[in-house]
């Protein structure tokens, strides 16, 4: 199995609350660093994390994952829907970074991730279409698309 298989693998894991997969799939001795902390060092407080996270992240559910993989570490860019603790569905872009031993474990993870429902007015989404759609792009350029 690839890294990338791997690293889809746990986030299918994720996606369906399966603790053991999640456990399983990194070293018993794995560095975690996580967006809402904290910091862990063995494998059974990732899996405990994980269950705290998804009983407060409702329905959690990766989507649109974008993978690279170079050597032994994978990106992982997605999307998280899930319901919060209100109850209501919310969106958040997080970017998990996976690097991996010999044997296809997980031996550090960290999980980056934007703040809840980030909506881009009208003026910034437009500089921001504009900065990632030209190539090298320019300050006049952003500038001129926000005006």
């Known amino acids: 199995m690839s890294n990338t298989d791997a690293a889809l693998a746990l986030i299918r894991a994720i996606n369906h ?5 999640i456990l399983a ?5 794995v560095q975690f660093y ?24 409702a329905d959690c559910t990766y989507t649109e994952p974008e993978v690279i993989e170079e050597g032994n570490v994978v990106a992982v860019r997605a999307v998280i829907t899930a319901k919060g603790y209100d109850w209501r569905e919310f969106e ?11 044997q296809g474990l997980v031996v550090s993870r960290r999980l980056y991730a934007q703040q809840r429902d980030v909506v881009l007015d009208k003026g910034p989404a437009a500089a921001l279409k504009a900065a990632t759609g030209a190539d090298g792009g320019s300050q ?3 500038r001129k698309a926000v005006d």
């Open 92 to 102: 958040q872009n997080v970017v998990d970074i996976m690097e991996f031993d010999d």
């Open 34 to 57: 996580s967006f809402r902390g904290p910091n862990l060092r063995d494998s059974v407080s990732v899996r405990e994390w994980y269950r705290d996270f998804l009983e407060r992240y």
């Open 17 to 21: 609350d399966d603790f053991d997969a």
């Open 140 to 142: 006049s350029a952003t």
């Open 25 to 29: 799939a990194h070293r018993s001795d």
